[in-house]
């Protein structure tokens, strides 16, 4: 179990690593300046959306991690949230951090 903890706060410091830079503030400070060319500013806007999106998706994993280290604590690791069966341990292999079984991942 300590191999899994290890793990899981390694990903843990990876994620919130990533989020950091991530949030690390643009030189131009959110706003879009309308000086520069249509291009430049849509390109800009369609960076900043994927930021976003990488940002939702890295909050997620970052949720995802912690859920993980309380089941870990709880002794509840490795099986699944929704329906209580074992989530097996090739798909813990991997992904440690995995809280629901195959099917319930699927469906959420
Ligand atoms: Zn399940």
Do not use: N, Y
């Not at 706003?31 to 249509?38: L, N, Q």
């Not at 291009?39 to 959306?49: F, K």
């Not at 990488?54 to 995802?64: G, P």
């Amino acid at each position: 179990m300590e191999d899994v903890r290890t793990t899981l706060l390694a990903k843990k410091a990876e994620i919130t690593e990533q989020l950091a830079l991530i949030q690390a503030p643009t030189e131009d400070h959110g706003s879009i300046d309308f000086g520069k060319r249509v291009g430049e500013g849509t390109s800009i806007a369609v960076d900043r959306l994927s930021q976003v999106a990488v940002h939702d998706k890295l909050r997620l994993a970052s949720h995802e991690v912690d859920q993980a280290l309380a089941k870990l604590d709880d002794g509840t690791h490795g099986i699944c949230d929704v329906c209580g069966k074992p989530i097996g341990a090739e798909r813990l292999e991997a992904l440690p951090w995995a809280v629901l079984c195959v099917e319930d991942a699927a469906r959420s």
